[in-house]
């Protein structure tokens, strides 16, 4: 079982080959969680530029993946910046190069390995721009304006769902909320003032379902990336338990030994 991981700043993390040694040599890692009994794993990738992979791989897990920065290369397809897919198991992938180098977000159902073909056509997105993806509107009748969701996948087995979040300035919320579902976010523009701190670009955390939290506000609007896990999301509100305020103290929940800087930026936030 994954342990709660809310929030850490991913530039906070040190990059490392072994994650992801046995599918991408050369690429390298961070870590954002991992079940060390399945061994899922939410990882920041970095490829750097020149690299290429032979075609015909397939793995043992299904890969999903957003790019941050750079471009990445599979067979005919080409994800830029918000470029997504999701591969199932057994999905037999063209060959991938990354010529100019790319950042990606990566999210893996079990351990990283080899396997062989066999894939479910049904749970594959070769890939969407989120770029170019429409904004629904509100998607909770109680979610506060100011919001709209670009959704990228629902799988049709499991109803877990990929979607990304914008919300505009100057806008919170006097609410907390609970979802039954385990809930995984990785801040990609903006920040979010909450019950644990500021968030900025490069936040993550895992939360596991029916974790009160909130409310959050935005002084200059953000985007984020949500994944669900264990069905779609669904929201209960309830008060908080302290009143929204701008600038909370940083007091984020951490397994032991995991980084913990509030503001590790550089040139770029990845």
């Given at each position: 079982?994954r342990?709660?991981?809310?929030?850490?700043?991913s530039?906070?993390?040190?990059?490392e080959?072994?994650?992801?040694?046995?599918?991408?040599?050369?690429?390298?890692?961070?870590?954002?969680?991992?079940?060390p009994d399945?061994?899922?794993?939410?990882l920041?990738?970095?490829?750097?530029?020149?690299?290429?992979?032979?075609?015909?791989?397939?793995?043992?897990?299904?890969?999903?993946?957003?790019?941050l920065?750079?471009?990445?290369?599979?067979?005919?397809?080409?994800?830029t910046q918000m470029?997504?897919?999701?591969?199932p198991?057994g999905?037999?992938?063209g060959?991938m190069?990354?010529?100019?180098?790319?950042v990606?977000?990566?999210?893996?159902?079990g351990?990283?390995?080899?396997?062989?073909?066999?894939?479910?056509?049904a749970?594959?997105?070769?890939g969407k721009?989120?770029?170019?993806?429409?904004?629904?509107?509100?998607?909770?009748?109680?979610?506060p304006?100011?919001?709209?969701?670009r959704?990228?996948?629902?799988?049709?087995?499991t109803?877990d769902?990929?979607?990304?979040?914008?919300?505009?300035?100057l806008?919170?919320?006097?609410r907390?909320?609970r979802?039954?579902?385990?809930?995984?976010?990785f801040?990609?523009a903006g920040?979010?003032?909450?019950?644990?701190?500021v968030?900025r670009?490069?936040?993550?955390?895992?939360r596991?379902?029916?974790i009160?939290h909130g409310?959050?506000?935005?002084?200059?609007?953000?985007?984020?990336?949500?994944?669900t896990?264990?069905?779609?999301?669904?929201?209960?509100?309830e008060?908080?338990?302290?009143?929204?305020?701008w600038?909370?103290?940083?007091?984020p929940?951490?397994?032991?030994?995991?980084?913990?800087d509030?503001?590790?930026?550089g040139?770029?936030?990845?």
């Amino acid at each position: 079982m994954r342990p709660r991981i809310e929030f850490v700043q991913s530039q906070a993390l040190d990059w490392e080959d072994a994650p992801v040694a046995a599918i991408r040599r050369g690429v390298a890692a961070r870590v954002l969680s991992r079940d060390p009994d399945t061994g899922a794993c939410s990882l920041m990738l970095r490829y750097p530029a020149g690299w290429s992979g032979a075609a015909g791989q397939s793995l043992a897990c299904d890969e999903e993946f957003l790019v941050l920065d750079g471009a990445l290369r599979i067979g005919d397809q080409t994800y830029t910046q918000m470029g997504y897919a999701h591969l199932p198991g057994g999905h037999v992938r063209g060959a991938m190069s990354a010529p100019e180098g790319a950042v990606v977000i990566a999210f893996y159902s079990g351990t990283p390995a080899e396997g062989t073909g066999g894939a479910d056509p049904a749970r594959l997105v070769l890939g969407k721009d989120g770029m170019a993806l429409p904004y629904t509107g509100n998607f909770h009748p109680e979610f506060p304006p100011g919001a709209g969701r670009r959704m990228l996948y629902e799988d049709p087995d499991t109803g877990d769902q990929t979607w990304l979040l914008g919300t505009m300035g100057l806008r919170w919320a006097e609410r907390a909320e609970r979802h039954p579902v385990t809930e995984e976010m990785f801040l990609i523009a903006g920040d979010v003032h909450g019950n644990l701190g500021v968030m900025r670009p490069g936040a993550y955390f895992w939360r596991p379902p029916e974790i009160p939290h909130g409310p959050y506000g935005s002084l200059t609007g953000n985007i984020y990336f949500f994944r669900t896990k264990g069905g779609p999301l669904s929201t209960e509100y309830e008060d908080a338990p302290v009143p929204f305020h701008w600038w909370p103290e940083h007091a984020p929940i951490l397994p032991e030994g995991m980084a913990d800087d509030p503001q590790p930026m550089g040139p770029k936030p990845w």
